[in-house]
């Protein structure tokens, strides 16, 4: 093949014009096909790469290394012009949709304020004849009769005998509810509040709303989806797959109707988010059809409420309603579908501890778990299909968005502990302030959770134990963070060792009691992320496990399976993307979100069938409500004692001041141990202990995060392990002055430009650089650690900005890159780095142009950390 390609050269020359530096060069299509292949690979090759093109591509080499790199030039940017062109396209088409949406929302607004204005002018009428008594008490009386003449000569009619062998009666009522969802999806049939703050546009979630005075608890959603209607409709009719609380949908009949459409009778049942409360489950009946317009509508209600059949018995569920719901899927010109949800449900709330009755009858908590969840999903599968998502560990997205759900699944029946998984409450040593419970028959477990083949061999089983307690002033999603990146200040290292053995073939003993002469560090691997960053799915390693004391030398790394699920409001979302706030857990924080963490030890070849315990942290925040009297008020709370006591510890303040204000959540823990028969009382102590332990860790932790020591004047410390200069604190602010004034000190030039302002303008200029700048510790007994980064730097090392600290300078610049910092770094306190590989945290190899490394220093002086800045860093 170069034989062909050189003699193609040889054929036709290049004269000395067409190589000219200054002249457009014609290039042939053999040495076109020779850089597309390059460009494939590395579309910002370096000049190193570019001299080696030429030496090994003959056919290259009566091209100047200044034309290669023109080309490499005009090729990006084609390539940019060409994204861009079909970038425009769609948003052109998105744009049009939506602007058919807001029009349509517009008109339903119109005419619930035309719907409003004649109420008002009906009462403002009312209002008016009161004063005349007499005759008001005689039209009364006379309407009352009109009406009760009227009602037994044109009585409600009653539905036809309605179960499952009697399809005509079943017809009415999903034509019923056919006419009551569309009212409410599109019509005024319930007073909505929309969200405040958000923007929809062409890549928004979508138009959010919640119920207003109305029977129950709704919300409803509309958006563009870039997914035909009828993968829509099978999508979500798939609930367990994107409800996280739903446990099994069972369709029991379908029925057929002479409209091409279909009925079915389904019962689902749904997990309880917390220890404290029973779980729900629904009977009801679903009818699919299309409209004349070609639109595709899935609407559903309980029959229970219809004169239907009751449905399957409940044992351990509390039977709720579902008021009509569903949701009607429109086509778009183009491709695409636009989408309205609603869900509208009667959860029962008065079966419900007083304490908790707040996650049962708030319509945001509805939005946030069922509706947007919905939308999330689709959107989440449309840039699967889309192939916009990147693959992560070597797997498919959807097969990563298995481990997930398989993960929040195992959680939930840990949570739960349903008698028909196989779970048996065990007798308490006398202090209430946690369950056991024991399944000695794994292999029950819906969705094959555990592999019952694991347990076969030495004779065990299964132990849960679990534990809710109240939470005051702790946001629930920067608690949640701080667990997940500081695993060291909550987890006892035996008891991981202890459940990464057990999916060995010869699982050890008991755990071994914390020794803190045998620290570990964590390193978190990112998987996969949801479309709007609120579930990350990520493998642990952690590092220098001994499975006893007496193994440190053969110390091993053990893994972890970990998702954790932030669902920030999507007001407090937009209202950061608008303000251009920064990823930070104190912003994003700083509003009530639920928020989860649930891992699962795993072993090295990380199996799609691999079996998995479930452990981890629930945080739902409740409505808030005022601070209790008394210095108290910012202490965890055992959320069991609250129950016995009653609702006067939760007795609200008189004065009502904003300072009162306070947010409470609901702390769910559950932690999965296996155990051999003969050793399980032995493990039970151990998992007792451990959960207290666990406990009391996240009690210190809360106490310590709470906003309101602040407000109360008590002295705030740095958490431990946590960077401090955070964006947007006062640290931050500080280290970057003194990164671009030592930056100008050593060079002479400026860092962020010579108009750079001072304060926070110039920590958001330098967070959202396009160039990587991170700064390492100076120790002289350790090796350099990373302890901050800017976006573009976070994007390079593929990392978060708190798991800097477990990020090491040796392992991401090679050995001959660190000599020749360390020659110029010493002699001038700054060094240039050429063009050259480093590796992310992840093992990936990232090129750039050049690096430069100078010291920082402080106010007095003194050498304050190492400071480095990648440009025109890129993947590889």
């Known amino acids: 093949m170069w034989g062909k390609m050189a003699f193609s050269m040889h054929k036709e020359p290049l004269n000395s014009k067409q190589i000219d530096s200054s002249k457009y060069v014609r290039y042939t299509p053999e040495q076109v096909e020779a850089l597309e292949r390059v460009y494939n690979e590395c579309p910002k090759p370096s000049s190193l790469r570019r001299q080696h093109l030429i030496r090994e591509c003959p056919i290259l080499s009566n091209i100047e290394p200044k034309q290669i790199k023109v080309w490499f030039q005009n090729r990006r940017c084609r390539e940019k012009q060409r994204n861009e062109a079909s970038r425009l396209q769609t948003v052109n088409r998105k744009l049009t949709a939506m602007n058919k949406l807001l029009m349509e929302e517009n008109d339903r607004l119109q005419k619930q304020v035309s719907h409003l204005v004649y109420e008002n002018g009906y009462m403002k009428q009312q209002l008016r004849t009161a004063s005349a008594t007499t005759t008001d008490n005689?039209?009364?009386?006379?309407?009352?009769?009109?009406?009760?003449?009227q009602q037994q000569q044109n009585p409600t009619p009653r539905h036809p005998q309605s179960d499952a062998n009697n399809p005509a009666g079943l017809h009415i009522i999903a034509e019923e509810t056919l006419a009551e969802f569309l009212s409410k999806a599109t019509g005024t049939a319930v007073d909505w509040d929309q969200i405040i703050g958000m923007k929809p546009g062409p890549d928004s979630i979508g138009i959010v709303a919640v119920s207003r005075n109305c029977s129950g608890i709704a919300a409803r959603a509309c958006g563009l989806v870039s997914l035909k209607p009828t993968m829509i409709a099978e999508i979500l009719k798939d609930r367990p797959s994107w409800f996280r609380d739903c446990r099994c949908v069972d369709v029991l009949s379908i029925i057929p109707t002479a409209n091409g459409g279909t009925i079915e009778l389904i019962y689902m049942q749904t997990y309880a988010p917390t220890t404290l409360a029973a779980a729900r489950d629904f009977w009801t009946l679903r009818y699919t059809t299309s409209l004349e317009d070609g639109s595709l509508v899935v609407c559903e209600r309980s029959l229970t409420s219809t004169g239907g059949p009751t449905g399957p018995p409940t044992s351990c569920f509390v039977r709720a309603e579902m008021l009509p719901s569903g949701f009607l899927i429109r086509p778009?010109?183009?491709?695409?579908?636009?989408?309205?949800?609603?869900?509208?449900?009667?959860?029962?709330?008065?079966?419900?501890?007083?304490?908790?009755?707040?996650?049962?009858?708030?319509?945001?908590?509805?939005?946030?778990?069922?509706?947007?969840?919905a939308l999330l999903h689709?959107?989440?599968?449309?840039?699967?299909?889309?192939?916009?998502?990147?693959?992560?560990?070597?797997?498919?997205?959807?097969?990563?968005?298995?481990?997930?759900?398989?993960?929040?699944?195992?959680?939930?029946?840990?949570?739960?502990?349903?008698?028909?998984?196989?779970w048996s409450l065990m007798g308490s040593d006398g202090v209430e302030?946690?369950?056991?419970?024991?399944?000695?028959s794994p292999g029950k477990f819906i969705g094959s959770q555990y592999n019952a083949s694991m347990f076969s061999s030495f004779g065990g089983g299964v132990l849960c134990a679990k534990a809710s307690m109240l939470l005051q002033n702790v946001p629930p999603a920067l608690l949640v963070r701080f667990l997940r990146e500081h695993r060291s200040e909550w987890a006892d290292y035996g008891v991981d060792t202890y459940s990464a053995a057990c999916l060995k073939p010869n699982p050890c003993a008991v755990p071994y009691a914390r020794t803190s002469g045998f620290p570990s560090s964590q390193v978190i691997l990112p998987l996969a992320q949801t479309v709007e960053h609120e579930e990350f799915l990520e493998v642990v390693r952690l590092e220098g496990h001994a499975f006893t004391p007496d193994d440190v030398a053969l110390t091993q790394d053990m893994y972890l399976l970990q998702v954790s699920v932030?669902?920030?409001e999507v007001v407090l979302i937009s209202t950061l993307l608008e303000l251009g706030q920064f990823d930070c857990p104190y912003v994003l924080d700083t509003v009530g979100a639920c928020a989860q963490l649930i891992f699962a030890p795993i072993d090295e070849s990380f199996a799609d069938n691999a079996p998995l315990l479930p452990s981890g942290f629930r945080v739902i925040p409740l409505d808030p409500k005022t601070v209790m009297d008394g210095p108290g008020a910012t202490r965890t709370l055992d959320l069991a004692s609250a129950l016995e006591v009653g609702p006067g510890i939760n007795r609200l303040s008189s004065d009502g001041e904003p300072n009162n204000y306070n947010l409470r959540s609901v702390l769910t823990i559950a932690f999965h141990f296996t155990f051999e028969n003969h050793l399980r009382d032995d493990v039970v102590s151990m998992a007792r202990q451990y959960v207290r332990s666990v406990v009391g860790s996240v009690q210190r932790v809360a106490m310590a995060i709470a906003p309101s020591r602040v407000?109360?004047?008590l002295e705030t410390k740095p958490l431990p392990g946590y960077p401090e200069a955070l964006p947007g604190s006062p640290e931050a602010l500080t280290l970057v002055h003194w990164i671009c004034r030592s930056y100008r000190i050593h060079t002479g030039d400026e860092l962020l430009g010579a108009d750079s302002q001072a304060g926070d303008a110039l920590l958001k200029q330098l967070w959202h650089h396009t160039d990587a700048i991170m700064c390492c510790s100076l120790k002289s007994n350790a090796s350099p650690v990373f302890t901050f980064a800017n976006q573009a730097g976070l994007d390079m090392l593929e990392t978060t900005l708190v798991a800097l600290q477990d990020i090491m300078l040796d392992k991401i610049v090679d050995e001959a890159g660190r000599k020749i910092l360390c020659l110029e770094f010493m002699e001038q306190g700054f060094g240039h780095l050429p063009a050259?590989?480093?590796?992310?945290?992840?093992?990936r190899r990232v090129s750039y142009e050049q690096a430069i490394a100078w010291k920082v220093v402080d106010e007095d002086a003194t050498t304050h950390c190492l400071a480095l800045i990648f440009i025109n860093w890129s993947f590889v």
């Open 138 to 149: 005689n039209s009364c009386e006379s309407v009352v009769v009109s009406g009760q003449q």
């Open 433 to 440: 302030d946690m369950t056991i419970m024991i399944n000695s």
């Open 378 to 422: 689709i959107r989440q599968i449309s840039q699967e299909t889309n192939g916009e998502i990147k693959y992560g560990g070597g797997r498919q997205p959807a097969v990563l968005r298995t481990f997930s759900q398989r993960l929040c699944r195992g959680f939930n029946d840990a949570v739960n502990g349903f008698v028909d998984d196989g």
């Open 332 to 373: 778009c010109e183009g491709g695409g579908s636009i989408i309205h949800i609603v869900d509208h449900v009667d959860l029962d709330v008065w079966s419900v501890p007083e304490v908790l009755r707040p996650l049962y009858e708030s319509s945001k908590i509805l939005a946030q778990k069922m509706t947007i969840a």
């Open 566 to 568: 932030v669902m920030c």
């Open 836 to 843: 050259g590989i480093c590796v992310s945290s992840m093992g």
């Open 711 to 713: 407000s109360s004047g």
